[in-house]
């Protein structure tokens, strides 16, 4: 399969009629969404969760299930006001707006997914006894929210999050030509307080996709017109916004013939102080063999994984990375050391980890 949320929606071939109750009520009185659904949905028992909002106790519930607290769309509609639609063509569900937006598709092969039109891979929506849930982790590492959670009272307070004082809009470069598009967004900053910092930021993100741009136009000028039509795109997540710190995922796709396409990612973190891109050496420096742990635990990882082509040595760059709320997440890419079918090999690391007791990756940056 493609990896990009573009290619989760071309599963849709078995797509299920979708009249799903979102743990409390139907979505909407459209009579669309009150037919019956063909989804084998498994009735469990599992644990309830009480849900609070900054402290209040919410009419909706939760459930306990898999060592994750499953969080009902209806909890997110009516308690966290989010606003939440319904395609009944795609059999999708629209949550939230702006960069934190969710699409949720519902179909036989699972419920995908996307933020920001960013296809999310290790998580995935859920029908429990006939209601729709999302993991709490998917609010807390892309939603920018946080929770407070008593495993012994099975309650879970649901917090804003503290982010960094800016704001991050999309920028976009679409070229439409017979049999060739381009359709490219990227990330661009604006309200933070040093407006040069702010553009050395913005000016690195664009660059990035400009020169994809550049090259996407190489291939089309050489496509015949035996070609099948070729696709470009590209699109990003926020995953870590605090501490003056700004971290993002880009991804880049492109089709031109064969039995699939190609995806490159990349990664950027931010220093908001100066506007330098981080290394990994710039946060995890206070431990001076951060390195050799690191190749060290990667080494038995990667070599684990079923589709291992072999090659792996060691970091050869410290830029593939991003952050989240307490963790650095390391990839690889694609065919870089695994078979396609293994997607982009990923690996979480606490920052307890691989920093003495009691630092902070952030400590140099202030």
Do not use: C
Not at 101 to 121: C, D, E, H, P, W
Not at 195 to 218: C, G, R, Y
């Amino acid at each position: 399969m493609d990896y990009s949320w573009k290619s989760s929606r071309k599963w849709g071939v078995s797509l299920i009629a979708a009249g799903i109750v979102l743990g409390g009520g139907l979505l909407g009185t459209e009579p669309s969404l009150a037919a019956s659904s063909t989804a084998q949905v498994k009735k469990v028992d599992s644990s309830q969760v009480i849900l609070k909002s900054n402290g209040t106790i919410a009419p909706q519930q939760g459930i306990f299930r898999e060592g994750k607290v499953w969080i009902p769309i209806s909890f997110m509609r009516d308690t966290l006001h989010m606003p939440v639609s319904y395609n009944k063509t795609e059999n999708t569900y629209t949550i939230g707006s702006g960069i934190k937006q969710i699409k949720l598709m519902v179909s036989t092969y699972g419920n995908s997914i996307a933020v920001n039109n960013y296809f999310i891979r290790e998580y995935e929506g859920k029908n429990l006894n006939n209601r729709l849930y999302v993991p709490f982790e998917l609010l807390s590492d892309y939603l920018g929210y946080q929770g407070d959670w008593n495993a012994a009272s099975g309650r879970l307070n649901v917090l804003t999050r503290p982010q960094n004082a800016l704001n991050v809009t999309t920028g976009s470069y679409v070229k439409l030509k017979e049999g060739a598009d381009i359709k490219l967004e990227y990330p661009q900053i604006n309200g933070l307080s040093n407006p040069e910092v702010q553009k050395k930021i913005n000016d690195t993100l664009k660059q990035t996709i400009m020169s994809f741009a550049v090259a996407a136009e190489k291939e089309i000028a050489n496509k015949t017109e035996e070609d099948r039509p070729y696709e470009f795109e590209s699109n990003y997540i926020v995953t870590y916004n605090q501490n003056g710190i700004l971290s993002l995922v880009t991804e880049q796709f492109s089709y031109t013939g064969g039995a699939h396409g190609m995806t490159y990612r990349n990664a950027f973190t931010f220093s908001l102080k100066d506007g330098k891109r981080l290394l990994l050496g710039d946060l995890f420096g206070a431990n001076s063999n951060y390195k050799k742990e690191l190749n060290a635990k990667l080494s038995k990882l990667i070599k684990a994984e079923g589709g291992y082509l072999g090659g792996f040595n060691g970091l050869n760059t410290e830029k593939y990375f991003y952050l989240k709320e307490g963790k650095v997440v390391i990839f690889f890419q694609l065919y870089e050391y695994t078979a396609y079918a293994q997607g982009f090999p990923t690996y979480t690391f606490n920052f307890t980890e691989l920093l003495p007791d009691g630092t902070s990756p952030f400590a140099k940056l202030k």
